[in-house]
């Protein structure tokens, strides 16, 4: 198994031990991968599928069986939602005890069959090089995605020759790269046709590893573009073209660009209902042409006029080999007056820290090619809304499941995978005591991410909704007698500091990039603050 592992290239493994997988750790001892022991399984599978955005090849994470495996599964189902590929391996009882509910036994594969790609349960220790090598082949290539290696104790323990596959061919799974050459002249002919054309780009420009070629290509086509919650950072944030974020939570320019395109130019995104409020509607006024390499994504939420399945990559480069003529400024010029009008609320507040203006101060004092993590609730939809990412920069945020405590764990793996680049997490303070063991992870093991915890003493994101839908009757989001995040921060050996004013915030601005290891900062904020 470590043989495999290393003939794939990994370096790096998260994990945490136990019975059934202590086989394997007892020859990772002898291995030069690095295994980076987390607190929680969970963010095991966080912190691989970090490493693997930034990395662009699969993260590894080792769980042991039962609860070990179990508690990974909140993690496999937040990267398949998010097409990120990871290769789980998990251990598992003897084989012949299988199905005997015998002690820490669980169905494991049966469990993650709705969150993977695919899964193995291994029976046969001949098999482990193959089942290996196809893990990776299958978690990298097409729509990327999870995929978990089931193996029993047992099978751990045998010997057998080592025979290793140079390819891969499997019967049945052969995603498509090319664009059919026929639809892409229609796509020409289309958007030649169009007024008022409009790209939106999700989470697929950065799994097909297309962000330079993205922008070309919205260059050489000249259209404005908007992106979701993952597409965010596809091209920088200032370019001119670009309008701001789609969908429940987004930007009022970009929702009103989807609303009066008349073509709708869907690339690498899912267009769920928080990116597409009203699907229905738009479908009936405006063409809708969707790259995606998944075909079972096309048409799922929008009804397709043209339909494009392969790599966004090859796909892009094919339209741009035409050389399309050029839009007229006229459509974009209307979009930027719309997005120049609108009214940014950055003011100093009596009581707090004003996030919105943090997280705008924060992303542009730090380095162009820094790792900004949301975590989930308030603290991600200020981010969103208000991060300055540049080119070279990367915003990592769970969009399809929505995961609290993912932070941390993420931005840990993003930093194994890119050592160089400064790389912050930012949290709730909900969120951060989902997650907060995971400072000795960082401690134990040199990992250098700072924390940002906005503090208001509640679970913002539903008390929000609670005020707007419920008549404010608040139910269950005070979390009173929650800890000091930094006094947490120190007991771990991590130093830190509380802001509570727009002036505190910039010298802790200043403080968090200069400080050399891991270092949290409380931002104090009020708890009335709206996430719009």
């Known amino acids: 198994m470590i043989e495999s592992l ?8 998260f994990g945490y031990p ?24 969970q963010h095991a599978g966080h912190a691989a599928g970090g490493y693997a955005r930034i990395s662009g090849k699969p993260g590894v994470c080792v769980v042991t069986s039962g609860p070990g495996a179990t508690n990974l599964l909140t993690a496999l189902a937040t990267a398949y939602m998010d097409s990120i590929p990871i290769v789980a391996i998990s251990g598992q009882v003897n084989s012949e005890l299988l199905g005997r509910d015998v002690f820490q036994e669980a169905d494991i594969t049966g469990a993650a069959e709705p969150f993977t790609k695919y899964s193995y349960l291994v029976k046969d220790e001949k098999e482990l090089p193959r089942i290996i090598k196809e893990a990776f082949h299958i978690a990298a290539t097409g729509r990327p995605g999870p995929v978990l290696i089931d193996v029993p104790v047992d099978v751990q323990l045998r010997e057998a020759a080592f025979k290793f596959p140079q390819s891969v061919s499997i019967r049945g799974y052969k995603p498509t790269i090319q664009g059919h050459a026929g639809q892409i002249k229609r796509v020409l002919r289309t958007l030649a046709q169009s007024q008022h054309p409009l790209i939106c780009v999700g989470g697929g420009i950065f799994a097909a590893k297309a962000q330079d070629v993205f922008l070309n290509f919205i260059e050489t086509l000249n259209v404005p573009v908007v992106s979701t919650l993952m597409g965010i950072g596809a091209v920088p944030t200032s370019h001119p073209l670009y309008m701001g974020q789609v969908g429940m939570h987004g930007k009022s320019t970009a929702n009103d660009a989807i609303s009066e395109a008349d073509v709708l130019f869907l690339i690498g995104a899912r267009v769920s209902d928080r990116a597409v409020l009203l699907p229905d509607k738009v479908k009936r006024r405006t063409k809708i042409i969707h790259i995606d390499i998944d075909p079972a994504e096309i048409g799922k939420n929008l009804d397709t006029f043209i339909p494009v399945v392969g790599d966004a990559k090859a796909i892009m480069g094919q339209i741009i080999d035409y050389k399309p003529d050029r839009k007229d400024d ?19 507040r009596a ?8 997280v705008h101060k924060l992303s542009k004092a730090l380095p162009d090619s820094f790792i900004y993590c949301a975590d989930v609730g308030q603290n991600q939809l200020w981010s969103a809304g208000n991060v300055e990412i540049r080119r070279g920069g990367r915003f990592l945020t769970t969009g399809g499941m929505g995961t609290m405590g993912y932070a941390i764990a993420a931005a840990a793996g993003a930093k194994v995978a890119a050592d160089g680049r400064f790389t912050v997490a930012v949290c709730g303070d909900g969120s951060f005591q989902m997650s907060m063991m995971e400072l000795a992870t960082l401690v134990q093991h040199g990992i250098d991410v700072k924390i940002v915890v906005m503090v208001n003493g509640k679970l913002g994101l539903v008390r929000e909704i609670q005020t707007d839908s419920y008549e404010d009757n608040q139910m269950a989001v005070d979390i009173t007698g929650s800890p000091d995040p930094v006094a947490i921060a120190k007991a771990y050996g991590i130093d830190g ?13 200043r403080k968090l990039i200069a400080h050399e290891g891991p270092y949290l900062l409380a931002v104090r904020v009020s708890d009335s603050e709206s996430s719009l």
């Open 6 to 13: 290393e003939r794939e290239g990994v370096t790096h493994i």
């Open 18 to 41: 136990g019975a059934t997988i202590a086989p394997l750790y007892d020859r990772l001892s002898d291995s030069k991968i690095r295994h980076i022991l987390v607190r929680h399984e």
């Open 330 to 348: 006229e459509w974009i010029q209307f979009l930027t007056d719309r997005k120049n009008a609108r009214n940014v609320d950055y003011a100093d």
């Open 351 to 358: 009581e707090g820290v004003n996030p919105k203006a943090f």
């Open 497 to 509: 500091d509380t802001v509570s004013t727009a002036e505190e915030a910039e010298d802790g601005i």
